[in-house]
């Protein structure tokens, strides 16, 4: 049996992995520098792995990985043209995703009480800490090139 806090935070985790995967490839999309495309497809890449642990894991408890999936779509982020995703800080937007991501990881590691488990979200709070450290720069390096240019 599993806590009910563990099991509420797993499934959030599960759906906000799926939704910054998609935010990640998105970015991508809207992205003309090969470098930063780059990057956003492989932290989609990173997230997509990271949600297959998740559900592992929910599938190991018994828990149904289909019953917790958001069945709706986010319609703005589905509905956002191009446009406007170009006008947003891409790096800022997902170094927010990224950061509440970090918070689930640390409740979890606080609250669950199997060492496997455990290790995984450590190793997650690793990769999604140097996805943290990336965006910050990039966002950085993007907004005083926008600077310059003006």
Known sequence: ?????????????????????????????????????RFFNHQAIIRNN??????NILSEIGIEVEDVILK?????????????????????????KDTELKEILLKLIKIDSKKNRIEI??????????SIKANKCFSIEVKEKVFLNE
């Not at 049996?1 to 991508?28: G, P, Q, V, W």
């Not at 990271?50 to 559900?55: A, G, K, R, T």
């Open 121 to 130: 979200y450590k190793k997650h709070l690793k990769k999604i800490s140097e």
């Open 50 to 55: 990271m949600f297959f642990n998740i559900s």
């Open 72 to 96: 709706r779509p986010d319609i703005k982020q589905f509905m956002s043209t191009k446009i406007e995703r170009e006008k947003e800080d891409l790096f800022y937007k997902n170094l927010k």
């Open 1 to 37: 049996m599993i806590d009910k806090n563990t099991r509420f935070l797993l499934e959030k985790l599960l759906n906000c992995y799926r939704e910054n995967k998609i935010s990640y490839l998105n970015s991508a999309d809207s992205q003309y520098q090969s470098s930063f495309n």
